[in-house]
């Protein structure tokens, strides 16, 4: 026969298991509602930012500059019509030009920096004088003389002033500072103002 006792410990057991499976199914609907929420934002943001869209939104136009690169024999400069990464700014239009100056001739042109330099930033000054700011690998993976420097300081300037009109003039910098020179052939304390007269005047072709 049941006790008393027994009975009120059944009774408390049962609440509990009660209590328990209630709280079991509020936990799942809880669980459940977070999720439908989740699947329903991320719906609507794909929706109203789908993919392609978004790739677009991502994506930077581009514009066709002329790009300076040296002749077989680094007397001249050839110009090459690239298409560049469109900015606002002039000082960040002036570095994505030294990048693909940096990155070479598409059409087979000599190519007036040597490899693994890099452009840190471009500094404009309100007289109109750029300053670029490379990498030492400018000086330490240099080789070539005073013609290679001379190429490549005017497919620089000549590259930049041509394509951006309130630059006047470009003043190379390495890590920031003030050199001598690149490989001591050409002073490079001044800034340089272009020379158009390197240029061979003929039809260019544009690369991407």
């Given amino acids: 026969m049941t006790t008393k006792k027994q009975l009120r410990s059944e009774n408390i057991k049962e609440k509990k298991l009660k209590k328990s499976t209630k709280m079991f199914y509020l936990a799942l ?5 977070i999720i439908v929420l989740a699947i329903f934002f991320v719906t609507l943001f794909s929706a109203i930012f789908p993919t392609d869209d978004m790739a677009a939104m ?5 514009i066709v500059m002329q790009m300076y690169f040296s002749d077989s024999h680094e007397r001249f400069l050839k110009s090459e019509k690239r298409f560049v990464v469109k900015e606002s700014d002039p000082a960040l239009q002036a570095k994505a030009i030294v990048e693909a100056l940096l990155a070479g001739s598409k059409n087979g042109l000599v190519n007036t ?23 030492k690998n400018l000086i330490r993976a240099y080789e070539g003389s005073s013609a290679s420097e001379m190429a490549t300081i005017y497919s620089l300037t000549n590259s ?3 394509n951006i009109p309130g630059i ?30 390197l240029i061979v005047p003929e039809s260019s072709t544009t690369a991407n």
Avoid: C, M, W, Y
Wanted: hydrophobic share 35%.
């Fill in 168 to 197: 006047k003039k470009v003043r190379l910098l390495v890590e920031g500072k003030e050199i001598e020179s690149i490989q001591g052939h050409i002073s490079t304390r001044k800034a340089f103002a272009p020379d158009l007269e």
């Fill in 29 to 33: 609907i809880i669980g459940g509602g």
């Fill in 113 to 135: 920096f040597p490899k693994g330099v890099t452009v840190k930033e471009v500094n404009i000054a309100e007289d109109g004088v750029a300053s670029v700011n490379f990498s």
């Fill in 58 to 62: 991502k994506k930077k136009d581009k």
């Fill in 160 to 162: 930049i002033t041509q």
